[in-house]
């Protein structure tokens, strides 16, 4: 396996002052890397995505400080060779610290943690939890400690956010064995999202505080939470992100004797059933076209029928989630949209809210149509009931910040 540039660039004569005791985030996923460099008052940025890995087509996207866009090709490339590649790209510009984010933590983490040998079993162990990611994420770990040894790295759970939820939210009504031998619980996930919009929500909206947030991450993957005065009361996905809301692929909410149903009628195994509801389902599912709700939108404007009750029903499905949590919250400040589709789609945004009609919400459409493309704003009228805010979210900042947080560095 070797790397080749496709796109060259100068990045010696940059302003690397600027990037001041520069904290790298990790987000290593089963065939990809998102990574960002963010200095420490969070005004500057270095991204860049490896994809494909393992792949012929695996590769390298860069953005430099200046901007400039570099590809390496790293054919049949995995974890370890674009680490050590990205690593590189970065080492001039000496990053103090790596924050890595990590799906599952179990209930044994509640907040960030800086990495040991404990740290990085549990990591490696909570794959029963999390297959697909926690490997990946032990991957990264490992890959840096090779490369920088004396560089502290800090694990961000996606979980652990979600750690101050009562029992009564957390508890499945199943056997007590479950979950004291087995953790069979809900968990939530997107922690490090909610987290970061509820709190942004807080620091901008004029309300006096406590605060309580209902906040509504909607992208390929979606959830929702109920966030007062900074912490997590309830929230949609559960022992694994299946649960909860209508998602891209995923189906979320179905009758749990749904497997058996279907592998007693249809003769399908318990993995084929599982790679259904996680990769067949939702959007996709529903429209038989795509899991984009721009393709499907596209298309329910065209006649399509199909697309058009794909919507509908994640618009429902959404609205319909949103009001229960409600129940989790003791005061009601309002509903913070983000994700892909929180953040940009103005009709979806409306007819979500147009499912909580007893609310008393509403919309100033003007306002709402000009949230769009990574703009922050409120969209509630004066005589709305609670607050609407759309807040772009910024996973890797929250990580970062959280990372310094547990090194002592703020």
Known sequence: ???????????????????????????????????????????????GLAENLGLDTARIKHTTLNGDKLEISISGGRHQL?????????????????????VHGGRE????????????????????????????????????QAIYP????????????????????????????????????????????????????????????PHGWLTAHLGNGCSATAVYDGKSFDTSMGLTPLEGLMMGTRSGDVDPSLHIHLKRQLGMSLEEIDAMLNNESGLLGVSGLSNDLRTVEQAANEGHADAKLA??????????????????????TGIVFTGGIGENSVTTRTSILEVMRHFGIKVDA????SLFGGSEGSFHADNSSIELWVVPTDEECRIAQETREALGLL
Do not use: W
Not at 19 to 25: F, K, Q, R, S, Y
Not at 117 to 139: G, Q, T, Y
Not at 366 to 369: E, P, Q, S, V
């Open 366 to 369: 003007d306002k709402n149509a």
């Open 109 to 144: 983490y509640s907040a960030a943690v800086r990495v040991d040998e404990h740290v990085l079993d549990e990591v490696k162990r909570l794959k029963i939890l999390a297959p697909l990611h926690n490997p990946a994420h032990a991957l990264g770990i490992e890959a840096v």
């Open 150 to 209: 004396d560089i502290p790295q800090v694990v961000v759970f996606d979980t652990a956010f979600h750690q101050t939820m009562p029992p009564v939210a957390f508890r499945y009504p199943l056997p007590k064995a479950l979950y004291e031998e087995h953790k069979i619980r809900r968990y939530g996930f997107h922690g490090t999202s909610h987290a970061y919009v509820s709190e942004r929500a807080s620091e901008i909206t004029e309300s006096k505080g």
């Open 1 to 47: 396996m070797s790397a080749s540039l496709t796109t060259t660039f100068d990045d010696k004569n940059t302003e690397t002052s600027n990037l001041i005791n520069p904290t790298l985030v990790l987000n290593c996923g089963s065939s990809s890397i998102k990574y960002a460099l963010i200095s420490e008052d969070n005004s500057i940025r270095i991204t």
């Open 311 to 332: 919507i509908e029903m994640f618009c429902y499905r959404v609205g319909k989630y949103l009001a229960s949590l409600s129940c989790a919250l003791p005061e009601f």
């Open 82 to 102: 674009a680490l050590q590649k990205i690593l590189e790209l970065l080492e001039q510009y000496h990053f103090i610290a790596v924050g890595h984010r990590v």
